[in-house]
């Protein structure tokens, strides 16, 4: 049974930093991509970023060039976030791909205050 735990989350000060981590278990399989995806009150999930086994990485434009994602090895992802605003503030979820199954954490809480 695969499962995501993140950690990482908190409140920060706006124009502050935050560092998500992502760690898949039970499995040695390497999952093709990794991802976060983020969900604030009464609005859509959506895409944050995500990387491939390659290393190929894809960003939000609302996100880019504030915060970067890594993969430590093949199954842990990191996300970087600097200059963090109001806006930011959401439930952030990791989200794991291996072949056809997909994998979601549990939501870690990210809170921006002005």
């Known amino acids: 049974q695969v499962q995501l735990v993140e950690s990482g989350g908190g409140l920060v000060q706006a124009g502050g930093s935050l560092r998500l981590s992502c760690a898949a278990s039970?499995?040695?399989?390497?999952?093709?991509?990794m991802g976060w995806y983020r969900q604030a009150p009464g609005r859509q999930r959506e895409l944050v970023a995500t990387i491939s086994r390659s290393g190929t990485t894809n960003y939000a434009d609302s996100v880019k060039e504030r915060f970067t994602i890594s993969r430590d090895n093949k199954n842990t992802v990191d996300l970087q976030m600097n200059s963090l605003k109001p806006e930011d503030t959401a439930m952030y979820y990791c989200k794991a791909v291996r072949s056809f199954d997909q994998y979601w954490g549990q939501g870690t809480q990210v809170t921006v205050s002005s």
């Open positions: 039970g499995t040695t399989d390497s999952m093709n991509v």
